[in-house]
């Protein structure tokens, strides 16, 4: 399942670095060609403002872009924080809160209706388990060992299960908080790009004076 998800994320991160090659190179070609001596000869300030907010804006594709490769991990505790929501506006971690928490059969674990209960059922299995061990060790008769021991491995099993659930819901969130990066630096990215070379190209097509 992590593979999975993880291979998931590695595609999205393929994607945004093939866009900053493309992006970069046209910058570096944009800087370091002949257009832009007629604008340090002859310039107005209305070129200077237009060509920097061009370079802004392509900048700030950049910045979305690298957002995305760079990669950022996520706990249960963020995403157990979250306010849950079920609309597309709002984080992405909130969404996927929601979606966990709506079937509970799907990804909590029998008895767990919640983020919060998941928490605090690791937190009292983890408390029994250190019980049993202390009662284990103060019991001298053999039976109530076994006995102890039986519980002891029921418990740790329990405890188990629950953290895979935890970090199921982490791995997955890592996911979703990536998606949503990636989601702001393609269309953002595509909006900053348009404006941003529309305000390049008229800085170049400005009548001289």
């Known amino acids: 399942m992590q593979k999975y998800w993880n291979k998931s994320g590695n595609r999205l991160r393929d994607s945004a670095k093939w866009m900053a090659t493309v992006?970069?190179?046209?910058?570096?070609?944009?800087?370091?060609?002949?257009?832009?001596?007629p604008i340090r000869q002859h310039h107005t300030t209305a070129q200077i403002v237009l060509l920097l907010v061009g370079?802004?804006?392509?900048?700030?594709?950049?910045?979305?872009?690298?957002?995305?490769?760079?990669?950022?991990?996520v706990s249960?505790?963020?995403?157990?924080?979250?306010?849950?929501?079920?609309?597309?506006?709002g984080s992405a971690l909130g969404r996927w809160r929601y979606i966990v928490e709506s079937p509970q059969d799907l990804y909590l674990p029998c008895g767990v209706k919640c983020l919060t209960s998941l928490r605090q059922s690791m937190i009292?299995?983890?408390?029994?388990?250190?019980?049993?061990?202390?009662?284990?060790?103060s019991n001298g008769h053999r039976d109530m060992r076994n006995e102890l021991e039986e519980a002891q491995e029921a418990r740790a099993v329990r405890?188990?299960?629950?953290?895979?659930?935890?970090?199921?819901?982490?791995?997955?969130?890592?996911?979703y908080k990536l998606r949503a990066r990636s989601t702001r630096a393609t269309y953002g990215g595509i909006l900053?790009?348009?404006i941003g070379i529309a305000a390049i190209l008229i800085a170049f097509t400005w009548p001289m004076t």
Do not use: D, N
């Not at 970069?24 to 060609?33: C, K, Q, W």
């Not at 370079?55 to 991990?73: E, K, W, Y």
């Not at 299995?125 to 202390?134: G, S």
């Not at 405890?159 to 996911?175: D, S």
């Open 23 to 37: 992006l970069g190179a046209a910058l570096a070609t944009l800087v370091g060609t002949s257009p832009l001596a």
């Open 55 to 73: 370079l802004l804006l392509l900048c700030i594709t950049l910045f979305l872009i690298v957002q995305v490769m760079r990669p950022q991990a």
């Open 76 to 89: 249960f505790t963020e995403v157990q924080r979250a306010r849950r929501h079920s609309g597309s506006f």
């Open 124 to 137: 009292i299995e983890k408390m029994t388990l250190m019980a049993l061990a202390k009662a284990k060790e």
């Open 159 to 175: 405890l188990t299960e629950l953290r895979h659930a935890a970090a199921q819901v982490a791995v997955i969130g890592e996911y």
């Open 192 to 194: 900053c790009t348009l």
